[in-house]
């Protein structure tokens, strides 16, 4: 009898494994599938994957992309591609974006998160439309552009060239040098043009700049933008005697403050509530000499399965933390969500730029009432000056 079992699992798993094999996508030739592809990744670093008829493939340069393939890009990571010599993409990290429908002389983009600086090359004849948001944008040719969706912003920078804007009822025609930003409070949209200033860029945006060399930008004054920046994190940096030897943090992620409340929440909330509000006990992790809370959290999240919900924000130019564990900020009150603590104090900035040094403690804890009072904070703390 075991043996008839032991042949039938062997029989599965072969089944199961000549299924696979059958469905993954095919690396040959350049071309992912049998299709014909519309753009190809020419450009690849970090952690870059594809979602192609519902399941995730890892990509690989030289790949062909079809409509509608998605492109998700991770921390750390980019990716580029060329579509027929109708837009270079480079996706820039913690962005998602996905080829829509194409035909003769026709490419449509859809950017769906995070950031993509792109080149319409020179040509006649031929449409672009690249949608980001409830927004779209049709470039001229020759035109350089970027767009940015983030959670209540999208922005369409034109560093060259010329574009079509359209969206929430507006249309601009967009020159080099402007901008359009879509801001959205509470349910009041504001779409308005102005002028790219370049200290406001996201770093990665400024880095395709200089290396295309743009004739509109001083490669000098975005250099010294670069420059200042690097200055600020190494001013915040521990010092670098501290990464001698071994380097290690402890972490905790707790939820104790919902638990008297936890009979009164929504069925699927309270079910991702530990019973005794521990996330995380504290846990000792080796870390590298750079690394920020930020990194210490995706870290312990990603190898304990929890669920991390982050965006990046770009009037901070960093990350903030929305969810931990299922549990977002506002379940429990207009003024609750996650907050941390390093060594039981509360920095007052985010923790994508607070720099680790070797014994650290730090602690997520989540806050139902009082911007964090109830978990420790400072009686004194005002919400408006953090």
């Keep these: 009898m075991k043996k008839i079992i032991a042949l039938t699992c062997a029989v599965v798993a072969i089944?199961?494994?000549?299924?696979?094999?059958?469905?993954?996508?095919?690396?040959?030739?350049?071309?992912?599938?049998?299709?014909?592809?519309?753009?190809?990744?020419?450009?690849?670093?970090?952690?870059?994957?594809?979602?192609?008829?519902g399941l995730n493939y890892t990509l690989k340069e030289g790949i062909g992309l079809c409509p509608g393939d998605r492109?998700?890009?991770?921390?750390?990571?980019?990716?580029?591609?060329?579509?027929?010599?109708?837009?270079?993409?480079?996706?820039?990290?913690?962005?998602?974006?996905?080829?829509?429908?194409?035909?003769?002389?026709?490419?449509?983009?859809?950017?769906?998160?995070?950031?993509?600086?792109?080149?319409?090359?020179?040509?006649e004849g031929e449409t672009v439309t690249v949608s980001f948001g409830k927004c779209e944008v049709v470039p001229s040719a020759g035109a350089v552009f970027s767009c940015e969706v983030y959670p209540g912003s999208q922005t369409v920078n034109c560093y060259s060239g010329e574009l079509e804007f359209s969206g929430y009822g507006k249309r601009f025609t967009v020159s080099a040098?402007?901008?359009?930003?879509?801001?959205?409070?509470?349910?009041?949209?504001?779409?308005?043009?102005?002028?790219?200033?370049?200290?406001?860029?996201?770093?990665d945006l400024l880095l395709c700049i200089l290396e295309r060399g743009i004739d509109a930008y001083d490669p000098g004054e975005i250099e010294d933008i670069l420059s200042a920046r690097q200055t600020e994190t190494a001013m915040r940096l521990p010092d670098e005697d501290d990464a001698d030897g071994a380097m290690y943090a402890t972490i905790e992620i707790r939820c104790d403050t919902v638990l008297p409340d936890l009979e009164e929440m929504p069925g699927a909330l309270a079910k991702v509530i530990p019973r005794n509000g521990v996330m995380l006990a504290e846990t000792k992790v080796p870390i590298e000499y750079g690394q920020t809370v930020f990194d210490l959290l995706y870290l312990v999240c990603t190898r304990s399965d929890i669920e991390l919900d982050y965006k990046y924000l770009p009037l901070i130019k960093g990350y903030y933390?929305?969810?931990?564990?299922?549990?977002?900020?506002?379940?429990?009150?207009?003024?609750?969500?996650?907050?941390?603590?390093?060594?039981?104090w509360y920095p007052n900035y985010g923790?994508?730029?607070?720099?680790?040094?070797?014994?650290?403690?730090?602690?997520?804890?989540?806050?139902?009432d009082g911007y964090g009072r109830d978990i420790g904070r400072d009686e004194d703390f005002d919400p408006d000056e953090w």
């Design 351 to 368: 923790c994508y730029s607070c720099y680790l040094k070797s014994g650290d403690k730090v602690v997520f804890a989540y806050t139902c």
């Design 177 to 203: 040098s402007e901008n359009v930003i879509v801001a959205q409070v509470s349910a009041e949209v504001s779409v308005y043009k102005s002028k790219i200033v370049l200290s406001e860029l996201r770093d």
């Design 15 to 53: 089944v199961v494994i000549m299924i696979a094999v059958s469905m993954a996508p095919r690396f040959s030739s350049g071309s992912m599938y049998e299709e014909d592809p519309v753009a190809v990744v020419d450009e690849l670093t970090g952690d870059v994957s594809i979602t192609h008829g």
């Design 71 to 123: 492109v998700l890009v991770g921390r750390n990571s980019s990716c580029g591609f060329e579509a027929a010599g109708l837009l270079d993409a480079h996706m820039n990290y913690d962005s998602t974006a996905k080829i829509l429908k194409t035909s003769d002389g026709l490419f449509e983009l859809s950017i769906e998160e995070g950031s993509v600086f792109m080149e319409r090359p020179s040509g």
């Design 321 to 344: 933390i929305t969810g931990i564990g299922g549990l977002s900020e506002f379940d429990c009150g207009k003024s609750s969500g996650w907050l941390y603590r390093v060594n039981g």
